[in-house]
């Protein structure tokens, strides 16, 4: 399963990006997805997750409320739309497949990664 995230850029704060994660075969359609983040030095952190079928989701504590993520089984595409953006969401933002069909906070949970995109909130 490759994984192609795309959506970053550069906002204001207070503005919004929408996320989007491709994936190159089915496989990932009966897998939990999630949204981690990394900035420079620090360990990359679990923002949001949702099971294969879009029933359970699971976030960050400082993003929930303006953060949702959602999946297009069909279409194999995974998103995080995020709003009210501040500064301290300036990140690296990847997109994982779970081992399994449930996502999970954990880095080691997650099976196949993106390549990450930035994004970069101004204040």
């Known amino acids: 399963v490759q994984l192609q995230a795309s959506g970053g850029g550069m906002v204001q704060a207070g503005g919004s990006l929408r996320l989007s994660c491709a994936a190159s075969?089915?496989?990932?359609?009966?897998?939990?997805m999630g949204w981690f983040r990394q900035t420079p030095g620090k360990e990359r952190e679990f923002v949001a997750g949702?099971?294969?079928?879009?029933?359970?989701?699971t976030y960050l504590d400082s993003v929930k409320g303006r953060f949702t993520i959602s999946r297009d089984r069909a279409k194999d595409t995974t998103y995080l739309q995020m709003s009210s953006l501040k500064p301290e969401d300036t990140a690296v933002y990847y997109c994982?497949?779970?081992?399994?069909?449930?996502?999970?906070?954990?880095?080691?949970?997650?099976?196949?990664w993106g390549q990450g995109t930035q994004v970069t909130v101004s204040s």
């Open positions: 075969k089915r496989t990932s359609s009966n897998n939990g």
């Open positions: 994982a497949a779970s081992r399994t069909s449930f996502s999970g906070t954990v880095y080691s949970q997650y099976r196949y």
């Open positions: 949702i099971s294969w079928n879009g029933a359970s989701t």
